[in-house]
């Protein structure tokens, strides 16, 4: 019985493996648009979701910080398993009989104990500790706010780089469907007479040395592919269709505005400020171990010789202590610690004046690529025009006799070249956009509303 349960389990695998292998095959590929790959990364980037726990780890260090301002309780439970009694001797009274010995236990075999303890002034320690972690957290949010800004731009520019290596297969294989389609009509010109030998072999290495670069450009769509599937945190073999085209945005900006913008909502900026406030209260933490402290604490115990809970079996006893510590020489511990606080008050300072100097770097250096890759736009889409019509001439000119093959191939080069240059004009104008946006310090949010 048991044997044709098992093989009728097997068999039921056997025919339902296949079937969810068709299934997936035949699985609808994942439609992207430009924002719903955005929304996608933010939702599934690995690191991106890596930093979104750091700032949960610095809300749990602020509680840590403030749990050191509540009174500690604490129980206590200790069992004697062996001890060694003390033994006192008394001369006897009676004349001539031995000394008596008497066994004192000092030590009670069952104790019991609830404790607490309170600090009542630290030198204004656990304040500054609380405030780091405050600072700590507002340093981790700004991290979560660079890494967002971070997973938007690599999520654009795949998304860019994918719509590129597309538009880059396509001009490989139109420039290789040109050349098939020149080398059929050199070939029939041949035939009939009109043509050379060395114009048909001309024709024929052309349209095999334009092969391999369609091979490249396919392969190269494929790595586009992935490296945007990479961004998005989505499996390698999950299968996806682009939805959009490289299309010229316009871009208007104040350079100045934009610098103003971005040294006020960059998050590293942002972060440096509140590591600096961390260092401040570094220095107050440090300096307060130069002042004495305070505490009350206090304990209630019970103790016995019997584990039981009869009448009179535990005997009780409390003590209440308020508890004064005041520093002598600490061996100059506080005042090295007062001076690192000092010294990373300093490299911060220095460290924002260079970081001011990068952003304005970053965003001189977007608007720049932007105007340059508007110019090249411009000058590029008159050419793909000329060049399309150049080639038509050309064909025609070489059908009638009036150009030769070496013409035909360089009006279809230069149609290539020209169609590329478009792309990647393209192409820069979108992402120096993404990276202008990233440069300002510009969120979804931001991002979205401009």
């Keep these: 019985m048991k044997r044709a349960a098992l093989f009728a389990i097997c068999l039921w695998l056997a025919a339902l493996g296949p079937a969810s292998l068709a299934a997936q095959e035949s ?54 398993l062996a001890e060694k ?46 405030k780091q972690a405050r600072a700590n957290l507002e340093t981790s949010r700004e991290s979560v706010r660079l890494s967002e800004q971070e997973t938007i731009f690599d ?17 490989a ?20 007479g009109m043509a050379s030998r060395f114009d048909l072999l001309r024709s024929e290495v052309e349209t095999a040395n334009l092969r391999p670069q369609v091979i490249r450009a396919r392969n190269g769509l494929i790595v586009a592919e992935l490296a945007l599937k990479t961004a998005l945190g989505l499996g390698l073999d999950t299968p996806i269709a682009v939805n959009g085209e490289l299309a010229d945005v316009p871009l208007e900006v104040d350079v100045d505005q934009a610098l103003e913008e971005a040294l006020a909502a960059r998050p590293e900026i942002r972060q440096l400020d509140q590591q600096r406030r961390m260092a401040g209260e570094m220095f107050k933490g440090a300096r307060g171990g130069l002042l004495p402290t305070l505490a009350l604490g206090g304990a209630y115990n019970f103790w016995a010789d019997a584990l039981n809970f009869k009448k009179d079996t535990w005997q009780n006893f409390y003590s ?36 001011e100097d990068v952003i304005s770097l970053e965003v001189r250096q977007a608007v720049l690529n932007n105007r340059q890759a508007r110019e090249t736009l411009l000058s590029q889409g008159k050419n793909v025009e000329q060049a399309r019509e150049a080639v038509r001439i050309a064909e025609l000119n070489y059908t009638e006799g009036l150009a030769t093959n070496l013409d035909v191939s360089t009006a279809q080069v230069a149609l290539s070249q020209a169609r590329t240059n478009y792309s990647q004009a393209l192409y820069d104008c979108v992402v120096s956009k993404a990276q202008l946006d990233k440069a300002r310090g510009r969120g979804r949010s931001e991002s979205r509303s401009n």
Excluded at 161 to 171: C, I, T
Excluded at 320 to 344: C, H, T, W, Y
């Design 320 to 355: 209440v202590n308020l508890s004064i510590s005041v520093p002598i020489f600490d061996g100059f511990e506080a005042k090295s610690r007062m001076a690192q606080a000092k010294a990373a008050i300093r490299e911060i300072e220095w460290t924002r004046k260079g970081l």
């Design 85 to 130: 009694l003390f033994f006192l001797e008394f001369p006897s009274i009676i004349p001539g009989e031995p000394a008596q010995r008497v066994a004192i236990d000092f030590t009670k075999d069952y104790q019991m104990a609830l404790s607490f303890s309170l600090p009542l002034f630290a030198g204004g320690r656990l304040v500054s500790g609380y």
């Design 27 to 80: 699985a609808e590929p994942l439609t992207l648009t430009l924002e719903s790959a955005v929304d996608l990364a933010l939702r599934q980037n690995p690191f991106y979701m890596a930093t979104r726990e750091k700032e949960a780890q610095a809300g749990a260090g602020v509680r840590e910080a403030f749990s050191r301002f509540l009174p500690g309780l604490s129980a206590q439970y200790t069992q004697n």
């Design 155 to 171: 999520a654009k520019r795949s998304f860019f780089g994918y719509l590129l290596a597309r538009d880059f297969a396509k001009v």
């Design 173 to 192: 294989e139109e420039a290789l469907e040109l050349a098939e389609k020149h080398g059929a009509n050199v070939k029939s010109l041949y035939e009939a």
